[in-house]
């Protein structure tokens, strides 16, 4: 298996630490609004990432932090005259369920960063210990220049950054040693929450945040730790930095970055008027249509979101549904229980599917490849089974597309909701209007079904519903 690791920019072979375990961490959002679909993509790339690895035997410790104190939420709570406590706390119970919509796994833990505090302090403790940190007026601050391989991430050069690249320059005060010395500890201002510490009563900043929570749940060293491109430089860097300054250790082997979400060829951003939540999308789709169209390109490819896009996916994810739902009806209602032999010729072909799947994962996680193969399966399956086929070919047929779809976090196995009386009989009236000839009654009843949200779908093999 190959993936693309940012440290080296080029594709290397996945070796784990531990054998038959991976330990990943994935910087998760700030919960002071609905998430927007920007921070959807890494969601799901690195769930699919997470599942992929499960389906090859894995034993996966995921850990994906909620970033739950920062100016932003500060801020939204000042606006609405709460606590930063009830901002964090509602906006990560809305998170959930946006994540639950679009299948996320639950993380093994989603730590929260001021559950954390007291371990952040330590590290800090540590850093400056090392000679790696220093203090003023109750500010803590990284010294960058103590640490040689500063930039090693995001393969930029210190003196370019010192001398010309000034936007690229953490923020901060005039009392730094150096520009790119960036704050791992700040004192409260007032209405703000703190905790207290040997320097000043105040909070962490946001970069020492991830490496405490990250060493703490996975320990010192980890295989992959991930996130969006905009985390590279300086997040990313910084906490390089800090983990193996404090650590003695190399942090993270693999280091996975998915690229921009763009909305109509342009970034998103509030001042567009383009910028989107995952919440509102699920106004006008299931979140496994947006879900589909994240992964229909590669993670590495900057990706556009666009209505006539969103269409696509929703067609084509409603081909595999269909699919899955026809090789259910069929199984239902076959005659013969055990596969012919014919039947087992025609199934040993699918392993050229499952192979073209795994070869496509395996090649940095290039789930559009892999959705293709999905495809591939559907076609033989939609060409290769009819009223004959027995129950047995048809179920592992339908268990396979099962089993594909799931790693891509996909849900094509839609539980049937048992049907009220009153529905059913609308069902057998219409059937029966039909041997009559009373076709205005027919369309009357699939009309009053469809209010109630049921779709008929007439086959040669009977009728078929779904929920709509």
């Given amino acids: ?72 939420i500060i801020k939204k709570a000042n606006e609405e005259g709460v606590s930063s406590d009830e901002i964090s706390k509602r906006y990560i119970a809305e998170c959930k369920k946006d994540m639950d919509g679009m299948n996320i796994e639950p993380a093994t833990k989603n730590p929260l960063a001021t559950e954390e505090i007291s371990g952040m302090i330590e590290m800090i403790q540590t850093l400056i210990d090392k000679g790696y940190a220093y203090e003023k007026n109750g500010t803590v601050y990284y010294s960058t220049r103590k640490f040689k391989d500063y930039g090693k991430l995001s393969h930029k050069n210190l003196d370019d950054l010192r001398s010309g690249e000034r936007s690229l320059l953490v923020s901060g005060e005039d009392e730094k040693e150096d520009p790119l010395d960036f704050v791992l500890w700040k004192p409260k201002k007032e209405g703000e929450p703190f905790w207290k510490a040997p320097w000043s009563e105040g909070r962490p900043g946001w970069h020492i945040e991830c490496s405490e929570m990250s060493k703490k749940y996975l320990g010192e060293q980890i295989d992959i730790h991930a996130g969006g491109e905009d985390l590279v430089f300086p997040h990313h860097e910084n906490e390089i930095a800090q983990s193996e300054a404090a650590n003695g250790k190399k942090f993270a082997k693999y280091w996975m970055h998915n690229a921009f979400l763009n909305i109509d060829n342009r970034k998103m951003s509030k001042s567009l008027g383009n910028f989107r939540t995952v919440r509102e999308i699920s106004e006008q789709y299931d979140l496994q249509v947006l879900r589909f169209f994240m ?44 596969m012919t032999e014919e039947e087992n010729k ?47 070919y048809l179920g592992k047929l339908f268990d396979l597309l099962v089993k594909l779809t799931d790693v891509l976090g996909l849900l094509v196995d839609k539980k049937e909701d048992i049907l009220d009386e009153d529905i059913e009989k609308l069902i057998e009236e219409r059937q029966a209007a039909r041997k009559a000839k009373d076709f205005a009654r027919a369309d009357a009843i699939r009309d009053e079904l469809l209010e109630k949200g049921i779709v008929l779908k007439d086959t040669r093999e009977g009728v078929q519903w779904k929920r709509a």
């Fill in 295 to 338: 992964l229909s390109a590669h993670y590495r490819s900057p990706l556009n979101f666009s209505a006539d896009l969103m269409e696509a996916s929703k067609n084509g994810l409603e081909r595999i549904v269909n699919a899955a739902d026809n090789l259910k009806f069929l199984k239902k209602n076959a005659a013969n229980e055990k």
């Fill in 1 to 72: 298996m190959k993936l693309y690791n940012t440290l080296s920019k080029q594709k290397e072979e996945f070796t784990p630490l531990e054998e038959g375990k991976v330990k990943m961490y994935v910087c998760g959002p700030t919960v002071y609004n609905f998430i927007h679909i920007g921070n959807a993509r890494p969601m799901i790339v690195f769930d699919t990432v997470r599942r992929y690895f499960e389906y090859k035997g894995y034993d996966v410790n995921y850990v994906s932090n909620f970033t739950d104190v920062d100016d932003k």
């Fill in 346 to 392: 025609l199934f040993t072909q699918t392993d050229a599917f499952v192979a073209d799947f795994e070869r496509a994962m395996e090649d940095d996680f290039n789930t559009a490849d892999a959705i293709a193969a999905v495809f591939d399966l559907v076609k033989f399956a939609n060409s290769n089974t009819d009223s004959e086929s027995s129950a047995e």
